[in-house]
């Protein structure tokens, strides 16, 4: 079957540095996307992987390992309004559906 | 990133309606838009796969009489949800695949329906 791991909740400090894990096992791979939920709200785009390596977008950065089924997002210098849900979607072969993960809520501390 | 607008933000309907949702893709075109619900604190379900000009793929479980949707242009699909009970309270969010670069899904607002 087609499955996405990721941790159901994580907390951090404000200012510091947080690792977001997701791994995966999809028939086929055409893209990794990591998205970001307030609560109440509709998700936003954060980061696109197709290719092994990290990809950098401000304070966020994304990682991919195809062959370990594995990527990361990390999130730097943590504001209090990153506290949100982290989405981790796979895109496998068929008809350009995203493969969802249950998410990840991110409760930043002062 | 490109703009996904749906209307109505927030419906609160009896029993017995139907209620359509729009989803439009205002500054690209989207041959495929996909329709999500949401419950409280659980991950998005998608419900069906719009294409532009034919029928819509359902996932299973979803009954396409119940939920019926269409796709006549490149920038607007509709839901409509068909004679709504409580148990179709929930959080409706549709998104549109960007044809460009990466073929990102963006999102739209969100649909808040509540059922009485």
């Known amino acids: 079957g087609q499955n996405i791991d990721q941790p159901t909740e994580m907390t951090a400090t404000e200012g510091a540095i947080v690792q977001i894990n997701c791994t995966y096992q999809t028939s086929g791979f055409n893209g990794l996307f990591w998205y970001q939920q307030h609560a109440g709200e509709a998700p936003t785009f954060l980061s696109y992987n197709v290719l092994d390596g990290l990809e950098e977008k401000g304070r966020f950065s994304s990682f991919l390992s195809r062959s370990k089924g594995y990527s990361y997002l990390l999130l730097k210098e943590l504001q209090m309004k990153d506290s949100a849900s982290y989405l981790c979607?796979?895109?496998?072969?068929?008809?350009?559906?995203?493969?969802w993960g249950a998410g990840t809520k991110l409760i930043i501390k002062p | 990133g490109a703009v996904v607008s749906q209307h109505p933000s927030w419906v609160i309907c009896k029993s017995g309606t139907s209620v359509k949702i729009e989803c439009r893709s205002l500054?690209?075109?989207?041959?495929?838009m996909f329709w999500y619900r949401q419950f409280p604190k659980q991950s998005l379900m998608l419900m069906a796969t719009s294409n532009e000009g034919s029928k819509a793929t359902y996932e299973q479980g979803v009954e396409k009489d119940k939920f019926l949707i269409n796709h006549a242009s490149l920038t607007l699909s509709t839901l409509t949800v068909t004679s709504a009970h409580p148990e179709d309270s929930s959080f409706y969010i549709c998104?549109?695949?960007?044809?460009?670069?990466?073929?990102?899904?963006?999102f739209g607002p969100g649909t808040r329906l509540l059922v009485l």
């Open positions: 500054d690209f075109q989207a041959t495929t």
């Open positions: 998104s549109a695949r960007d044809l460009g670069g990466e073929e990102t899904q963006y």
């Open positions: 979607a796979v895109r496998g072969n068929s008809n350009y559906q995203l493969i």
